[in-house]
């Protein structure tokens, strides 16, 4: 439909600010740009691959048992190899005292020098008592926020110990802190930040995310006053998502309730698409790894799903999550171990769901079924009388580690692993083809002058178009030019080659320039779909650029061509001339990153989302291209 649809509006040399090959309207329509609907195609065949593999899981306990086996080891690979455990250092800096409970202020060590700020919500009496843990979801100042409190309030005094922790980047945890001690960025915003890295090093922000988690049930857990057989989880939004990683990767859980976040991938990357960084696991979707799979994983013990109907989350992906839990607990025997609780309201941890988890929680760790409400004006506490630090911020203590000196010291270890890199491995490692091995490009061109560029639509897969204009005048070795900001950026410089006498094409690379995807909640999420598909980006717009190489030396009956890169296009640059030196004869890299090990510190390393490769840290870096550019094996 493209093909008839395809327009072209190329001015006139002193006008053409206004260059374009696609139509005005293409990506118009937020629901059908490009590269949402390209990527959402696959999100649903690979989601269809799934509820027919779980049909046929269910029709027995023994397939169902083979279907969870899956999945379970599936989590333990994305996430990646844990740490070793090292001693907690756990110590107690302030008690606050409540009516029927204390509120201790716990400080804790999940790697050595990286801590964990807790408030452990004790009720008064020897015990010993079920525990609840409980990972706070996105609000700025944490485990202080007002709706988690009033949770932890009710645990405890039902007769629950609770323990409410800071994960990374929120309350007293941010990796991002001025000297003067005041925050640069919002809690979600730092998870963008923090992304990258973890991606480079294998397993995602989720790996450090839940790590966190095994340790605070390890400290919760060994807590005189706590039964160990009997833990809990639950929390709201991010919360909500940690919770369902932890429910299903640690097995001494035995009740857990994810609120505000349990959905369908289907329905989740239609409206509002991914979560955060540390909420993508890589490969997700391509492995048939859907949230439901969650519960289904961790079945048959007991599991409740909280829920606002007027949520962000979609709803209809949540009762349909419930349905598929609901059909594999009967198929095990159990059905009234899986429950829903709805809210009619918007996102949040809401009085009727904070009961409904309390509720939830008596039942299958006291074994009473009773009725809880909660009390009006329940009081909470202050940020300030809350806080366990000194300051306020875990990296103000002396020899605290930020996350990004583990990064670093991470980046290190691999790094002394490396062998040498050759092209087979570096095919192997990314999944790029060579150029022999693409399709030929399919292109449409309308032909205009011979002093006039050819405006050009290219499909190197379906679903995908690349505007693309093309002098094809000229004597010199043809140029291919790969800019970041669309293609009247590259207009001076090929101006000034056609002048020398080169052929000149300008392509814009997928979701860049004329098909650059807009209007998402936020930038990247059309990465992190790829990621959760298992591709890559960069994998894709290096075999963009040599299918464009490619054509275009044969078109004008040359072994080679120069090419130059721009931004965040020099990344799949370089990697196209290390896998064909002979194609690209010259490359010329403006504005490129130097290193993917720059980004283990840097405070700005989201820009680069679209440059990195999933575990590629792990086995080579940047500069390791060069031995391949210069004519390496």
Not at 92 to 108: D, Q
Not at 324 to 336: I, K, M, W
Request: proline share 7%.
């Amino acid at each position: 439909m493209l093909r008839l649809l395809l327009l072209f509006s190329l001015l006139a040399a002193d006008a053409r600010a206004a260059l374009r090959v696609l139509p005005k309207d293409f990506n118009a329509d937020k629901e059908q740009q490009m590269m949402r609907a390209f990527l959402r195609k696959q999100v649903h065949a690979a989601m269809d691959a799934r509820l027919k593999e779980l049909e046929e899981a269910l029709q027995s306990p023994a397939a169902l048992a083979a279907y969870q086996g899956k999945r379970k080891n599936f989590l333990r690979w994305t996430l990646g190899e844990m740490p070793a455990r090292t001693p907690l250092n756990a110590r107690v800096t302030g008690v606050l005292r409540e009516e029927g409970f204390t509120i201790e202020k716990v400080l804790f060590e999940s790697r050595p020098g990286f801590y964990v700020t807790a408030n452990v919500y004790r009720p008064s009496g020897k015990g010993p008592f079920p525990a609840v843990l409980h990972p706070c979801g996105h609000s700025a100042n944490g485990k202080a926020y007002r709706e988690y409190q009033k949770a932890n309030r009710l645990l405890a005094q039902h007769g629950f110990v609770v323990l409410c922790y800071d994960p990374i980047g929120q309350g007293e945890r941010r990796q991002l802190v001025n000297a003067d001690g005041r925050l640069p960025l919002k809690p979600t915003s730092e998870h963008a930040v923090l992304g990258p890295a973890p991606i480079l090093l294998g397993g995602g922000l989720g790996r450090w995310m839940v790590w966190d988690g095994v340790r605070a049930l390890d400290y919760l857990a060994g807590r005189p006053e706590v039964d160990a057989k009997r833990l809990g989880c639950m929390g709201n939004s991010g919360g909500g998502n940690l919770t369902s990683f932890l429910m299903a990767y640690d097995d001494r859980i035995v009740a857990a309730a994810p609120g505000c976040f349990m959905t369908t991938h289907r329905r989740k990357n239609e409206k509002p698409g991914p979560g955060d960084a540390e909420q993508n696991l890589f490969a997700q979707i391509r492995k048939g790894f859907d949230h439901p799979d969650f519960i289904l994983t961790r079945a048959p013990r007991p599991t409740l799903i909280l829920a606002a109907t007027a949520d962000f989350v979609p709803i209809e992906g949540t009762w349909e999550a419930f349905r598929q839990a609901q059909r594999a607990y009967t198929v095990l025997g159990h059905p009234e171990r899986v429950a829903l609780v709805e809210a009619n309201e918007k996102h949040g941890f809401s009085r009727r769901l904070r009961e409904g988890a309390a509720r939830f929680f008596a039942r299958w760790l006291q074994g009473r079924i009773i009725e809880i409400n909660e009390p009006e004006n329940v009081p909470v506490r202050t940020d300030a009388e809350l806080q366990v630090t000194p300051k306020g911020q875990v990296l103000l203590m002396k020899n605290a580690q930020s996350i990004f000196d583990w990064f670093a010291t991470d980046e290190k270890q691999w790094a002394a692993q490396r062998q040498p890199l050759t092209r087979d491995r570096l095919q192997q490692i990314t999944g790029i083809r060579r150029a022999a091995e693409l399709p030929p490009m399919e292109g449409l061109m309308f032909l205009r002058k011979v002093d006039q560029p050819r405006p050009m639509m290219w499909e190197p897969e379906e679903g995908i178009h690349l505007p693309a204009v093309h002098w094809p005048e000229g004597d010199q070795v043809p140029v291919l030019i790969t800019p970041a900001e669309g293609l009247n950026s590259a207009l001076p410089a090929a101006d000034k080659l056609r002048a020398a006498g080169h052929p000149v094409m300008i392509v814009d690379l997928r979701d860049l320039g004329e098909t650059a995807t807009r209007n998402w909640r936020f930038p990247g999420a059309d990465w992190y779909i790829s990621y959760l598909l298992g591709r890559s980006f960069l994998a894709m717009r290096t075999e963009d650029i040599l299918q464009c190489a490619k054509w275009l030396a044969e078109h004008h009956k040359t072994p080679t061509v120069h090419l130059i890169a721009h931004g965040e296009t020099t990344t799949a640059a370089q990697h196209a001339d290390a896998l064909e030196p002979k194609l690209i004869g010259r490359l010329t890299l403006h504005g490129d990153l130097a290193s993917w090990k720059t980004l283990m510190t840097d405070r700005r390393a989201n820009r680069h989302l679209h440059t990195i490769h999933p575990r590629a840290l792990q086995h080579y870096d940047l500069p390791d291209l060069k031995q391949l550019q210069a004519g390496g094996k």
